[in-house]
């Protein structure tokens, strides 16, 4: 039977969909939506996420990471400590490693703390903060609330207490600016923030800086505008991709098809072939583009994994994308360009 290629894609499995903040470029929560996935908001059932866990060994599938998280910030979730911690336990071995995105505002010392101790020696683990500001003012205007100064107290203690672990590389830390209007002036100021915050504990940890531009409609109208914003914001304030052993600057150069080209045509998406994701409620969905969940393919409460992602729903769904058929979620979409489709897509319909 085929596999999901190793190193070759990435599982989100979303713990809430919940989230503490307003961001401005997050509509499902600056908008305020009723519902996010066209079901009622929630968190992951401990017993369902323990199945889905044990259902990845069962079917024996890989990823290059898995990640806990979606459209809500996992730091809502009371248990998030206790599930990084099995998922360290039971599929550590089955992924390149594991990821969790935060705001950090609720990821007190005591969390961070506990996060560690669950976490299996061997297996990393990449911590995540989305912060894109560097002043409050700045701040609450682009994720529509306070927070900027717990967040960044929460992250100075983990990179403190990184420091006295026996591996501290097993544990990265990436902070993320998206540039947008409300924030562009301060990305000079953000990069040295972080340069200094990231490198001063010395303690053989890796952290990395990751400027990324706003999506707009996964590629819609008006993306090309964001893309201008970023790549005037970067060179206007020096910011350049940099590989270091214990700092690493990350800028993003590759973008998917969008409705604005004139100039290049659509090839079929790799989201629906490497980016599946597990909803709070356990149904399996095949692309994290997809916020009202179009592209559900069943409840892992009542079947397996490789039984949806390899079953007829989703076969249908990449041979339209193979076709040039792209509607429903994918019509307005531009795709997901983190990956490329490789050998291991054919045996996946």
């Not at 990435?10 to 503490?20: A, S, Y």
């Not at 540039?179 to 002036?185: G, I």
């Not at 969008?258 to 659509?266: V, Y």
Request: aromatic content about 8%.
């Amino acid at each position: 039977m085929p596999t999901i290629p190793n190193h070759a894609g990435v599982l989100q499995i979303e713990p809430t969909d919940h989230c503490n903040l307003a961001c401005t470029m997050c509509a499902p929560h600056a908008e305020r939506w009723e519902t996010v996935h066209g079901v009622p908001k929630g968190y992951l059932d401990r017993a369902l996420y323990k199945r889905i866990l044990d259902g990845i060994v069962a079917d024996d599938l890989r990823f290059d990471h898995v990640i806990l998280q979606w459209l809500g910030d996992p730091s809502l979730h009371p248990e998030l400590e206790w599930m990084i911690g099995e998922a360290s336990r039971l599929i550590g071995d089955r992924v390149g490693y594991l990821r969790f995105d935060s705001n950090a505002i609720l990821l007190s010392p005591a969390r961070m703390e506990k996060i560690l101790r669950e976490l299996c020696p061997g297996v990393p683990l990449t911590c995540v903060f989305t912060i894109d500001a560097v002043t409050p003012e700045t701040y609450r205007r682009t994720k529509g609330r306070d927070g900027l100064e717990r967040a960044r107290h929460n992250i100075r203690h983990l990179l403190a207490r990184r420091r006295t672990l026996d591996d501290p590389g097993q544990v990265r830390v990436q902070v993320q600016f998206v540039v947008q209007r409300s924030n562009a002036h301060e990305a000079g100021d953000f990069l040295r923030y972080w340069t200094d915050a990231l490198t001063c504990t010395g303690d053989g940890g890796h952290g990395e800086i990751l400027f990324k531009p706003l999506s707009v409609g996964g590629g819609a109208a008006g993306q090309a505008a964001a893309n201008t914003l970023y790549t005037r914001t970067l060179h206007e304030n020096g910011v350049r991709p940099v590989a270091g052993d214990r700092l690493s600057v990350t800028t993003w150069e590759d973008r998917p098809w969008q409705r604005d080209d004139a100039h290049r045509g659509r090839s079929a998406c790799p989201g629906l072939w490497y980016t599946p994701v597990v909803r709070q409620d356990g149904h399996l969905v095949m692309c994290c583009a997809d916020l009202r969940s179009e592209l559900d393919l069943g409840s892992l409460a009542d079947h397996g994994f490789r039984a949806l992602w390899e079953g007829p729903k989703a076969r249908a769904e990449r041979q339209k994308h193979r076709d040039g058929v792209f509607d429903g979620p994918c019509a307005a979409c531009g795709g997901i360009n983190w990956y490329a489709l490789g050998p291991g897509a054919e045996a996946l319909g």
